[in-house]
T-cell receptor, first 111, second 115 residues
């Protein structure tokens, strides 16, 4: 039973447009959510997080939205840049315990 | 501030052998987690160590074991290797404890191939 799901294996957008990556979870105990970015031959890099007491968190071009009732979170990248092309993982945890990851979405930003 | 390092980068073993992977955590971090990532999948949690004690374990058999040392570096040991153990093994360090935050800083991983 996969508790964190990223239903889109891939996403392609034009440079300058918005990228929206989605993630669904099933475990209502999760109270901390994170997005990581992964380039080939590197480990995942932390991007942005949100706790369950908030519904939005912004950091520059990156915004994460959390809809607790729908058990859904999304990552918005505006504007998208070619350097954003990578695999994006969402993850969820209960406090500082183990993180449960989705299978990732490969984002391609075309110049 | 040094990041998370892992050794070796690549490793080839045969079925039935044993392997030890090593990880140095980021300066100031007292928690280390190990993940297994198969091709096309997200990282799967193996276990976590907090101040030298195991602090949670995923759905992996006992032949996966670990250690955390006083300097918070860590080892992952896998006995009786099976073909399905072939994967990228990721180590991540974090503040852990009661910080309430779980941003993890990953190393580049060790690519293990079991023949």
């Amino acid at each position: 039973d996969q508790q964190v799901k990223q239903n889109s294996p891939s996403l392609s957008v034009q440079e300058g447009r918005i990228s929206i990556l989605n993630c669904d979870y099933t475990n209502s105990m999760f109270d901390y959510f994170l997005w990581y970015k992964k380039y080939p031959a590197e480990g995942p890099t932390f991007l942005i997080s949100i706790s369950s007491i908030k519904d939005k968190n912004e950091d520059g071009r990156f915004t994460v939205f959390l809809n607790k009732s729908a058990k859904h979170l999304s990552l918005h990248i505006v504007p998208s840049q070619p350097g954003d092309s990578a695999v994006y993982f969402c993850a969820a945890s209960v406090g500082s315990g183990k993180s449960t990851f989705g299978d990732g979405t490969t984002l391609t930003v075309k110049p | 501030e040094t990041g998370v390092t892992q050794s070796p980068t690549h490793l080839i073993k045969t079925r039935g052998q044993q392997v030890t992977l090593r990880c140095s955590s980021q300066s100031g971090h007292n928690t280390v987690s190990w993940y297994q990532q198969a091709l096309g999948q997200g990282p799967q949690f193996i276990f976590q160590y907090y101040r030298e004690e195991e602090n949670g374990r995923g759905n992996f058999p006992p032949r996966f074991s670990g250690l955390q040392f006083p300097n918070y570096s860590s080892e992952l040991n896998v006995n009786a290797l099976e073909l399905d153990d072939s994967a990228l093994y990721l180590c991540a360090s974090s503040l852990g404890g009661t910080s309430g935050r779980n941003e993890q800083f990953f190393g580049p991983g060790t690519r293990l191939t079991v023949l």
